[in-house]
C-alpha cells in the first residue's frame, strides 16, 4: 500500500532537506521548492520550471499542500478587521483574523480546532475540543493572511503573529513550535520570533517547557482571576494547574527568560472588574516584569456576562498604576464580526 503523502507545510526547511536527500536527490532541489513556496507563493508543479521533471515528478507523487479554503470572509464595520472561517480537509472549520493597528498588520490563529480548556465566557470552549491542528494547518492560516496582503498590493506583509485564536496552543506544543520555527525560517516568511505572542491559559508543563527552551517568544498568560477560587470559576482548567503554581511556573520563565510576561483580563462586568479585584492582581503581579492587558469582554451567546465600560476599566488600571504595573486596555476590535474567537464557527455550525 503506498504510504500517505507528507504534507509539504509539516516540514521545516532541514525536515525537507533531508527528506529530499532521502529520495536520492540534491539539497539544492530543496531550497528551490522550498524558495519557490515560501518566498514566490507558487504550489503548483507546473509553475516550478527550474527543477528538474524528474525530480517534479517523484516531489508530486510524496508530498502534499496544505490548502485551507475560504468557506467565509467577514469585513469588520471599521474596516481594521477581517475574520475568515478556513476549512479543514475533514471539513471542520477554524477562524483566522487579519488585524489592522497602527502601522503593522498582526495575524490571529488557530492552534486547534475547538478547545478542551472550556473557559465559561469563551464560544471555542463552548463548542469542545475537535482536534490538534496540524503544523501545517496552522503555517498556512498564516500564509493566507500574507496572501491576502500580496494581493491587495500595497506592498504590506504579514509581520506580527498571535496564537491567540482556537485552541489552547500549549496543549498542541510540538506542532505550534514546528510552525513557529517554519514561519520564522529567514528563507521563508522571515518573520521575528519577537513578533511571535502565544497566548496561553496556563498550561503550567506547557510554560515550564517553553522557559527551558529558550525560545524568545512572547508570552501572555490569561489571568481572569486573581484567587484561586475566581479564577478556577472562569477557566476550569486552574483546577488542574492552581494558580500559585501557575503563577511559580511564570517567575521561573521571567528569571529563566530575562522577558516580561503579559496578562491578559478579561473584563466581566460585575464579576472580575472592581476595585477590589484591581487591588488582587497588584498584590499578585506586584514585582514581577509584568504588563496586563486589559480587555472588555466579547460577549457571546453561551455566557450571560457583559463587558465592562470605559470608566470602570480606566479606574481598574489606575489601581494597577499604584501597584507599578504597566498595562492597557484594548480595543474590541471587529465586535460586528463577531471577532472573538469561536464566534464565527459557532454561528455557522
Ligand atoms: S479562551 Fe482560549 S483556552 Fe479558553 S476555551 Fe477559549 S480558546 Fe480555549
Redesign the pocket.
Known sequence: MKPEPINFHDLTREALRLQVVRWGFSPVHAARLWAYVYLEDVERWADMPELPARFRAKAESELTFTRLPVALEQHSADGFTRKYLLALADDRRIETVLMRFTGRVTACISSQAG?A???VF?A??QMGFARHLAAGEIVAQALHVDRVLRVAGQGERLRNIVLMG???PLHNYDAVMTATDILCDSAGLSLGTKQVTLST?GVVPGILRLADEGRPIHLAV?LHGATQAERAALVPVAKKWPLDELMDACRYYIAKQQRRIFYEWTLIEGKNDSPDNAHAVGRLLQGQNAQVNLIPLNPTAGYGGAPTGQDAARRFQQILREYHLPSTIRQRRGIDIAAG??QLATSQS
Open positions: 478547545c480548556m472550556g473557559c469563551c471555542t470552549g482556537m485552541g489552547e491559559v490569561s474567537c469561536g
